[in-house]
């Protein structure tokens, strides 16, 4: 059951005792929250259900979702009814995340979601969902959306540049044509040149590997974006795969990022798919 207001160290709008002991709200909610996904329009909460055990129905109502710290707009939805013995769902709701606060953590924070269910002032139900909000340039790991991962790939970063226009001096130097033009000219050979190409440049560049946090792949890491990688000449796996998987990108080609046990590799695609 619910604690009740009271429980709660509340003074006003008393929630009835008997319908918060028969009156649930159940969620899902990602457990870990970053910048990344409030880029790429993630819904957060995939879903919410009020289940009603009384016997009467429930009629309007109004579910009010809202976050400590304030990481998301508060927002309130109106339910017509729920009968008696039954239950309500909602599907993915579409929560306002804020950029300015989800972008300027710089280290991890614990918080909530929390869900109240009212009728007029009265509170029926009320449910505390903890979260984990990442700071800006942490993956969540494979527990959570792994594929955001996709979104610390930058190939559009000003060092990303560099790379490839050494990259193209490579090709010139081992008598291939200097284009970077992905899948244009049809020939995987060319498209296995360039990768080569780009692989030695990154080699070339002078990065210093350093080992991942122990469990990585499932916990997640912060990942050095290209500027940073630049800067320390330190990087993981990951960040590497991260950088040429912005470098293939950037050159026109399909990249992919493989996750195993303790590593992380960069992969491509030699012919569009």
């Not at 969620?27 to 990344?36: C, L, Q």
């Not at 290209?226 to 399909?254: K, M, V």
Request: one cysteine or more; hydrophobic letters at 40%.
């Amino acid at each position: 059951p619910f604690p009740t207001n009271r429980q709660e160290g509340h003074q006003g709008n008393p929630m009835d005792n008997e319908t918060a002991l028969v009156t649930e709200i159940k969620v899902e909610t990602n457990s870990r929250v970053n910048f990344a996904m409030q880029q790429n329009d993630v819904p957060v909460v995939q879903a919410v259900r009020i289940e009603n055990r009384t016997s009467n129905d429930l009629g309007d109502l109004q579910l009010r979702i809202t976050s400590d710290p304030g990481f998301l707009v508060p927002l309130t939805m109106q339910i017509a009814s729920v009968g008696a013995s039954s239950s309500y769902s909602l599907p993915e709701i579409d929560l306002e995340l804020s950029p300015k606060f989800l972008g300027e953590i710089t280290e991890r924070i614990r918080g909530q979601f929390r869900f109240e269910l009212l009728r007029g002032e009265q509170l029926l139900a009320q449910h505390v969902e903890p979260v984990l909000l990442l700071a800006r340039d942490e993956w969540s790991g494979l527990s959570v959306l792994p594929e955001i991962l996709a979104a610390f790939v930058t190939p559009n970063h000003p060092a990303i540049d560099g790379l490839l226009r050494d990259a193209a001096d490579l090709l010139g130097s081992w008598g291939h044509d200097t284009s970077l033009s992905g899948y244009q000219s049809g020939q995987p050979r060319h498209v296995y040149a360039m990768v080569a190409a780009i692989y030695a440049a990154v080699q070339r560049s002078g990065i210093t590997y350093v080992n991942p946090p122990a469990s990585f792949e499932n916990e997640g890491q912060r990942i050095r974006l290209p500027g940073r990688i630049a800067g320390s000449q330190l990087a993981t796996c990951l960040d590497l795969s991260a950088l040429a998987a912005g470098c293939l990108e950037q050159a026109g080609l399909n990249s992919l990022i493989v996750l195993v046990n303790g590593h992380a590799v960069c992969g491509v695609w030699l012919q569009d798919e």
